[in-house]
Nanobody, 127 residues
Framework: QVQLVESGGGLVQAGGSLRLSCAASGGTFRSYGMGWFRQPPGLEREFVAAISWSGGWTAYADNVKGRFTISRDNAKNTAYLQMNSLKSEDTAVYYC????????????????????WGQGTQVTVSS
């Protein structure tokens, strides 16, 4: 059974940085693309970033582009989300997910392409 465990969330001031980690177990991590999503209070879950199995392709939501960086270390079965220049609107529960279904381009932003999810980690940005 695939398990994904996020860590690294917390409380940070606006303008600060956090690095989220997603540790995977129970599957062939290096064979799958990964994604990060977030769910702000009272809102639906939204796409943040995605990365291909090799790390050679990445994609970002417009509102995090230039501030967030997704990466992965297949030797450690871990995906990362480096978040810089954080804003209050970045406050949310952040989830990592495994992309279990094929897609290309913007279709990989679709939540339905992801089959396994972590439990989430809270990120709170104070202004």
């Amino acid at each position: 059974q695939v398990q994904l465990v996020e860590s690294g969330g917390g409380l940070v001031q606006a303008g600060g940085s956090l690095r989220l980690s997603c540790a995977a177990s129970g599957g062939t991590f290096r064979s799958y693309g990964m994604g990060w999503f977030r769910q702000p209070p009272g809102l639906e879950r939204e796409f943040v970033a995605a990365i291909s199995w090799s790390g050679g392709w990445t994609a970002y939501a417009d509102n995090v582009k230039g501030r967030f960086t997704i990466s992965r270390d297949n030797a450690k079965n871990t995906a990362y989300l480096q978040m810089n220049s954080l804003k209050s609107e970045d406050t949310a529960v952040y989830y990592c997910a495994r992309r279990g279904y094929s897609c290309s381009g913007n279709a990989c932003y679709d939540i339905s392409k992801y089959d396994y999810w972590g439990q989430g980690t809270q990120v709170t940005v104070s202004s």
